[in-house]
């Protein structure tokens, strides 16, 4: 059975602090991992990874996944209120399903 | 733009009502998906489909049922909704490919009582 396990489960940092979000995977034939940015309602896309080593970036935000070692991180600098959500991550392996850890809720506080 | 929406924000129901859950994706998407999400268990996928008419379990398909007779509209349908199905339920929708993206729509929150 596929898993993806992510933590830690809850995170509160002061706005201006880093903060990094782990994820393994245990998947079947895994293709991609994907990671979400959850706030009050429907996940919205942030990255998708196929390749190790490979650094996806997008603002403050940046992930990198580890084929080997089968984890991926996703890291927030310089953090905001508004950073405050769910981040979720997801494996995809056969059948386009994908597999999601519980989330990492974070709170970012002034 | 991408768009999944969903019939529902919010909906009240007795035990035993049937209960149907639409998902609409204006993107000609062939893959769409239902999830539920509860806290400590992340989301959960029930059934998904591939194309129109066709259908798969997911991992907690039990108690619900799927119709998918249309491309862009995948339903959720709770047969006798029972007090454990109380659920943020959330539909998505992807292109099959090596590469594909899921997109979600914005939930339906479903009290059972």
């Known amino acids: 059975e596929d898993k993806v396990v992510q933590s830690p489960l809850s995170l509160v940092v002061h706005e201006g602090d880093t903060v990094t979000l782990n994820c393994s995977y245990e998947v079947t034939n895994f293709r991609s991992l994907l990671w979400y940015k959850q706030e009050k309602k429907a996940p919205t896309f942030l990255f998708m990874l196929t390749s190790s080593g490979i650094e996806k970036k997008s603002g403050r935000l940046s992930s990198i996944l580890d084929k080997k070692e089968l984890f991926s991180i996703l890291n927030i600098t310089a953090t905001q209120t508004g950073d405050s959500a769910i981040y979720l991550c997801a494996g995809t392996g056969t059948a386009s399903k994908l597999t999601f850890g519980t989330g990492t809720r974070l709170q970012v506080t002034l | 733009d991408v768009k999944v929406t969903q019939s529902s924000r919010y909906l009240v129901k007795r035990t035993g009502e049937k209960v149907f859950l639409e998902c609409v994706q204006d993107?000609?998407?062939?893959?769409m998906f239902w999830y539920r999400q509860d806290p400590g268990l992340g989301l959960r996928l029930i059934y998904f489909?591939?194309?129109?008419?066709?259908?798969e379990k997911g991992d907690i398909p039990e108690g619900y049922s799927v119709s998918r007779e249309k491309k862009e509209r995948f339903s959720l349908i709770l047969e006798s909704a029972s007090t454990n199905q109380t659920s943020m339920y959330l539909c998505?929708?992807?292109?099959?490919?090596?590469?594909?993206?899921?997109?979600f729509g914005p939930g339906t929150r479903l009290l059972v009582l």
């Open positions: 489909s591939y194309d129109v008419k066709m259908k």
């Open positions: 993107m000609d998407h062939e893959n």
């Open positions: 998505a929708s992807s292109t099959p490919g090596t590469l594909e993206t899921q997109y």
